[in-house]
């Protein structure tokens, strides 16, 4: 009988023991952590000769095809599998200055519309090597696209594209990401010429 009730107060100042020492540890919540991306390094290829423009895309790309309704002959989209990042692109032949205008006016707007979510749209106005001006727009905030950038020669064409992922992982999350895909935007505008013999 003794031997049960001695089993009965270990087992007690075990249980108790446990409770004595969970209680007066601090409980600390682990922060949520970022997601790892492996980002290789910017290796670049040309676009095929099909188009009436040339630039340099990411060897880690897939050139397709913009299947939406309102896609046209020279719209392409330049998707990263592993970071499921897709660069919407558009072009479009400019008729006369009325034309300019609206395309103009289309590229501020699509970019104005994210105000509601962006907490800053920083514009940058740049000449690349090759002479071109490019206008690009860096939204910050839980905005679906994180950078936007347009083209135009002023006469014949205009050419846009967009920033976009298709994830449900926040923006700050997605930071090593966009600036990976944003370099390579960069080198795309800096490389990218007009073909004037596909006019």
């Known amino acids: ?6 089993k009965s107060i270990s087992l007690w100042l075990v249980i108790i023991g446990f409770v004595v020492i969970g209680c ?4 600390s919540p682990k922060p949520k952590g ?6 290789p390094e910017h290796e670049y290829q040309h676009l095929p000769d099909t188009f009436p423009f040339n630039f340099e895309y990411s060897k880690h790309a897939k050139l397709l095809r913009d299947t939406s309704w309102i896609s046209e002959r020279y719209w392409v989209e330049i998707y990263y599998p592993e970071l499921k990042a897709d660069i919407n692109l558009t072009y479009k032949v400019i008729a006369n200055q009325d034309s300019l205008k609206e395309y103009l006016d289309d590229a501020y707007f699509l970019t104005a519309k994210h105000q509601i ?13 090759n002479g071109k001006t490019v206008v690009y727009a860096e939204l910050d905030g839980q905005v679906p696209s994180q950078f936007q ?3 135009t020669d002023s006469t014949k064409n205009f050419f846009r594209g967009a920033l976009y992922f298709n994830t449900e992982v926040q923006n700050d999350s997605l930071r090593p990401a966009i600036e990976y ?13 007009w073909k004037e013999s596909l006019q």
């Open 181 to 193: 895909v944003k370099v390579d935007i960069v080198h795309m505008m800096n490389s990218f010429q």
């Open 1 to 6: 009988m003794k031997s049960k009730a001695r």
């Open 34 to 39: 970022y997601n790892r991306f492996v980002l």
């Open 24 to 27: 007066s540890s601090e409980y």
């Open 149 to 151: 950038f347009f083209s």
């Open 117 to 129: 979510k962006a907490s800053a749209i920083d514009e940058t106005i740049t000449v690349t090597p």
